[in-house]
């Protein structure tokens, strides 16, 4: 009879550490899969399309993600062009983005944008680096699938950012 106890309850023991053993690998693959998600969801890809001066169509690509760092820390990175041009021009950015404000210097500082985000919206001005120049810029937030994200990053980063930063 003590034998057949001591039986029982090393099936249940084993029974029970493979329930745990379970649970454990669901919780892991739910932690992987929300860090991942979290990781995603901090790669930001922004279209933005509108007007230079209510007349000039521009376009202006936004590009948040995670820091190598970590943390919550993010990296901007950022390009624009008038879209009667082929030519982007890449911007260096400052923010205060709890204020949802934004100083995109141009690369070589030809103009300075200073801009506003409301809801799908970046408003602001375009000024010159003499400061004698100011334009008003509206810009609304545009769809984007894969490909052109794709492109638009092969752009940034491939072109303007390596061949600002090739030796």
Do not use: R
């Amino acid at each position: 009879m003590n034998k057949l106890i001591i039986l029982i309850s090393i099936l249940f023991l084993s029974f029970g550490a493979k329930e745990n053993s379970i649970t454990n690998s669901k919780i892991e693959g739910q932690t992987e899969n929300s860090s991942l998600n979290s990781a995603l969801s901090l790669n930001k890809n922004i279209l933005y399309k509108g007007t230079l001066n209510g007349n000039t169509k521009i376009s202006l690509y936004l590009k948040e993600q995670e820091h190598p760092c970590g943390g919550s820390m993010t990296m901007l990175n950022a390009m624009y062009k008038y879209n009667n041009h082929n030519k982007w021009l890449l911007l260096s950015i400052t923010t205060d983005i709890e204020k949802k404000k934004y100083c995109m210097v141009e690369d070589n500082f030809t103009g300075v944008l200073f801009l506003e985000k409301d809801g799908d919206y970046l408003k602001g001005n375009w000024v010159s680096p003499d400061t004698k120049q100011k334009y008003k810029i509206e810009l609304k937030k545009a769809e984007l699938n894969k490909i052109e994200i794709e492109k638009l990053d092969e752009i940034l980063f491939d072109d303007l950012l390596y061949n600002k930063n090739d030796c």
